[in-house]
């Protein structure tokens, strides 16, 4: 129940099968493993010691793969961190974490000087690539060649593996401890929803700091497939890859999905080698959902949904549930039904089971529930009352066990004394043409307490007005779950690293 273990399988059923392809740069599993354990060489040298953390602030690319591996081979814990983070954010983190040590690539070495002098545990530092190595740190790739591979430290499932710091999208980032067998349990429920095996060729496209992504990542190796690496998510790079290095599977976040289906250019690229797509990380639209499904036929989509704290995945909606006609419609708005070693119960403020569906809030146990928030036992202790992990999202049951969220708790609206669920009136704004994004959020009201307000991003040359949309709205979900105010934009809605549409942030800007 090591993460370790699915690299030493990887190493005996693929050992000349490719691991990484990123860029022109080739390794198969064997020199994969070679490089892991020279890098934990490197650790051990800086005096990385068992059970100390080591951050790591990078694009997607194969030295973050190799990181994953390497710091546990070292006996440490990894940190990754939010690449979307300002410096001050960053550091914060950092102490908080008290990582010794901090892996950066090009791209943020730039943010040295202005993390290095506020760093309160730092000591060592590593630097990726081929650029400049820039005062105060070391160049990693001329670290591991000078350096002799080392024996694995491994360890056991209680072991902790890492420190996820939470997006705080909904409140401050929170440090959840994910021990060994946290991620190991979660990579064996994975092999039941997707079918990795060694042909797979699976693109980090999503950024690898988020659980998500690392979803894919520990099971992809423990079946010897293929990881290839876009650096950052953008839509017609990803078409790019997928076409060029026939990509058979990825993982995507709901508004990355948006992207790719509405570009102008989708038609120009082959999706032939595409078989598998899961997409998680927020609420999809049924709209958007059936125009991937029609954009991309030969696509099986799998929806999971989970968070952080449950290493990350809870539910799944396999292939058979995305059907748009036939005995198994009607369920593209569900979020599935729990994982092999998940149970799954959706309980009210007292924390008692409610009757199939009623929403509640969705509560969650068994082997993927996090250790803990580090350093924080209150919160800790709140969050895992009666051996549930309380996810803080409001959904229901049906009779057939299909869980679908409906909101955030935090978020759901109150407008004259009635609920109202953003996803459902974010599904309505979707299903207009002109709509590439939207965000539903209750802002006060005198009259109503709350009132419902969407923000909309529109398609290239598309346009629309605030009377239209909640026109288009009343044909569709009840009068009081309508927005009563629109806010319509070109640009594009403020989005987390992980691609998460930030409504903090539109509160902020709305200066509610």
Excluded at 23 to 47: D, H, K, P, Q, Y
Excluded at 203 to 222: E, G, I, K, R
Excluded at 230 to 249: A, C, E
Excluded at 268 to 279: I, Q, T, V
Aim: glycine share 10%.
């Amino acid at each position: 129940m090591s993460v370790l273990q699915g690299l030493r399988r990887a190493c005996q059923i693929n050992p000349r099968g490719l691991a990484t392809i990123d860029g022109g740069r080739r390794r198969t599993w064997s020199e994969f493993r070679e490089r892991v354990a020279r890098f934990g060489g490197v650790l051990r040298a800086a005096g990385v010691q068992r059970g100390d953390r080591v951050a790591i602030l990078s694009l997607n690319g194969d030295s973050y793969l190799e990181y994953f591996y390497a710091v546990p081979w070292a006996g440490a814990l990894v940190v990754p961190l939010n690449t979307r983070l300002a410096a001050p954010e960053l550091v914060a983190i950092i102490n908080d974490s008290g990582a010794v040590g901090l892996q950066v690539d090009e791209t943020f070495a730039a943010m040295l000087p202005a993390l290095i002098p506020n760093l309160t545990t730092v000591r060592a530092i590593w630097v990726s690539g081929s650029g400049v190595t820039p005062a105060g740190a070391v160049s990693l790739n001329a670290a591991i060649d000078a350096t002799e591979p080392i024996e694995a430290a491994d360890g056991s499932a209680s072991d902790l593996y890492g420190i996820f710091y939470t997006g705080g999208t909904t409140a401050a980032s929170k440090g959840v401890m994910l021990s060994h067998g946290n991620i190991v349990a979660n990579a064996m429920n994975m092999l039941t929803a997707v079918p990795f095996d060694t042909d797979t060729v699976y693109m980090h496209a999503a950024p690898m700091f988020h659980l998500a992504d690392c979803s894919a990542t520990f099971t992809l190796t423990m079946v010897g497939g293929t990881h290839t690496f876009v650096p950052r998510f953008d839509p017609v790079t990803v078409m790019q890859v997928i076409q060029d290095r026939g990509v058979t599977n990825s993982i995507l976040v709901p508004a990355m999905i948006g992207m790719i289906v509405n570009a102008p250019a989708i038609g120009e690229y082959d999706f032939r080698s595409l078989k598998g797509l899961l997409y998680g990380g927020q609420s999809i639209s049924e709209a958007m959902l059936r125009r991937a499904i029609e954009c991309l036929p030969a696509c099986r989509f799998v929806q999971a949904y989970g968070m952080t704290e449950l290493s990350p995945v809870a539910t799944f909606l396999s292939p058979r549930y995305h059907a748009t006609e036939g005995p198994d419609s009607g369920r593209l708005r569900a979020a599935g039904r729990a994982a092999p070693t998940v149970e799954i119960r959706i309980v009210d403020d007292d924390d008692r089971e409610v009757p199939r569906g009623t929403v509640g809030q969705i509560v969650v146990r068994g082997p993927v529930v996090m250790q803990g928030y580090w350093n924080q036992p209150a919160l800790t202790a709140d969050a895992l009352r009666g051996g549930w992990m309380h996810t803080g999202d409001g959904g229901y049951m049906d009779d057939d066990g299909f869980v679908f969220v409906v909101d955030r708790i935090k978020d759901m609206i109150i407008t004259g004394g009635e609920n109202v669920y953003s996803a459902e009136v974010e599904n309505a704004i979707y299903q207009h043409p002109a709509v590439a994004m939207c965000a539903v959020i209750g802002v006060p009201d005198e009259q109503w307490g709350e009132r419902v307000h969407a923000v909309v991003a529109l398609k290239s040359g598309q346009s629309t007005t605030e009377g239209e949309m909640i026109a288009h709205c009343r044909q569709l979900i009840a009068g009081y779950k309508c927005p009563r105010s629109v806010s319509v934009r070109t640009e594009s809605l403020p989005l987390s690293g992980a691609g998460k549409v930030l409504k903090t942030v539109l509160r902020k800007e709305l200066q509610l």
